[in-house]
């Protein structure tokens, strides 16, 4: 299984700024995806991130909100841009099993204020 | 469209009690996965169980095992004597987009075993 870590573990931010997460798995992958979970909410897909191309967003998501970046195979970044306490949330990074689904990262806990 | 239900919102049971957790799905695909998750209170996602839909067999895994009905479209997991440390959220989850890996997750049931 992969092993992933993400930075920071946690943060609070203001109004209007914007955070960029960090997120490293120990091996090579094609594909790392970003997800929200909201304040007891389930999880939702953000986009899927492939290196040396643009990342994929899902419905209700979009570039400019929730830039993207993907560098090489072990890396990828997400940056939560002009924030409101509306993206107070956990922000995971995944990466795909070869058999089928993802391994997860420890998350992001975002509180806006 | 790919749709996961998780009707339980939160169950709170005592140790020892077995608990069973419900999940319903709807799918077009004629083959696909699902899965279980486990998030405890530290809120890291813990993977659990993949299933694939050729295999209808019960699963077994210690305390843990899970019934797959493909004619019902259900994917219930039970733990038997429930301890304490099984305190969480469990979410089960379906693949979407044609794809295996990306997932959708049901609401989670937010699972409370008291001492």
Same mark, same amino acid.
């Given at each position: 299984?992969?092993?992933i870590s993400?930075?920071?573990s946690r !943060?609070i931010? %203001?109004?209007? /700024?914007s955070? /960029?997460?960090?997120? %490293?798995v120990?091996s090579q992958v094609t +594909? +790392?995806?970003? *997800?929200?979970q909201?304040?007891g909410q389930s $999880?939702? $897909?953000i986009a /899927?991130?492939?290196?040396?191309s643009?990342?994929? *967003?899902?419905?209700g998501?979009v570039? !400019?909100?929730?830039?993207?970046?993907?560098p090489n $195979?072990?890396?990828?970044?997400l940056?939560v841009?002009?924030?409101?306490p509306?993206d107070?949330?956990?922000y $995971?990074c995944?990466?795909e !099993?070869?058999?089928g689904?993802q391994?997860f990262?420890?998350?992001?806990r975002?509180?806006v204020? | 469209?790919q749709?996961?239900?998780?009707?339980?919102? &939160? =169950?709170?049971v005592v &140790?020892?009690?077995?608990?069973?957790?419900?999940?319903?799905?709807e799918?077009?695909?004629?083959?696909?996965?699902l899965?279980?998750y486990?998030?405890?209170?530290s809120g890291?996602?813990?993977?659990? =169980?993949?299933? #694939?839909?050729?295999?209808?067999q #019960?699963?077994i895994s210690?305390?843990?095992s899970w019934?797959?009905?493909?004619?019902t479209?259900s994917f #219930?997991f039970? =733990?038997?004597?429930?301890?304490?440390?099984?305190?969480?959220?469990y979410?089960?989850?379906l693949?979407f987009?044609?794809a295996?890996n990306?997932l959708i997750?049901?609401?989670?049931?937010?699972l409370?075993?008291q001492?």
């Amino acid at each position: 299984s992969a092993v992933i870590s993400q930075k920071p573990s946690r !943060d609070i931010c %203001q109004r209007g /700024t914007s955070l /960029t997460i960090q997120c %490293q798995v120990d091996s090579q992958v094609t +594909m +790392m995806f970003w *997800y929200r979970q909201q304040p007891g909410q389930s $999880l939702t $897909l953000i986009a /899927t991130a492939n290196q040396g191309s643009e990342a994929t *967003y899902e419905s209700g998501f979009v570039i !400019d909100k929730f830039p993207i970046s993907r560098p090489n $195979l072990t890396f990828s970044t997400l940056t939560v841009s002009n924030m409101s306490p509306e993206d107070s949330s956990i922000y $995971l990074c995944s990466v795909e !099993d070869p058999r089928g689904g993802q391994y997860f990262g420890p998350g992001t806990r975002l509180t806006v204020t | 469209a790919q749709k996961v239900t998780q009707a339980q919102t &939160e =169950i709170s049971v005592v &140790e020892k009690e077995d608990v069973t957790l419900d999940c319903v799905y709807e799918t077009r695909d004629t083959t696909y996965y699902l899965f279980w998750y486990k998030q405890p209170p530290s809120g890291e996602l813990v993977f659990l =169980i993949r299933r #694939n839909s050729f295999d209808e067999q #019960n699963e077994i895994s210690g305390r843990y095992s899970w019934n797959f009905q493909k004619s019902t479209s259900s994917f #219930n997991f039970t =733990i038997t004597a429930s301890q304490v440390v099984d305190s969480a959220v469990y979410f089960c989850a379906l693949p979407f987009g044609g794809a295996t890996n990306k997932l959708i997750f049901g609401t989670g049931t937010l699972l409370a075993v008291q001492p």
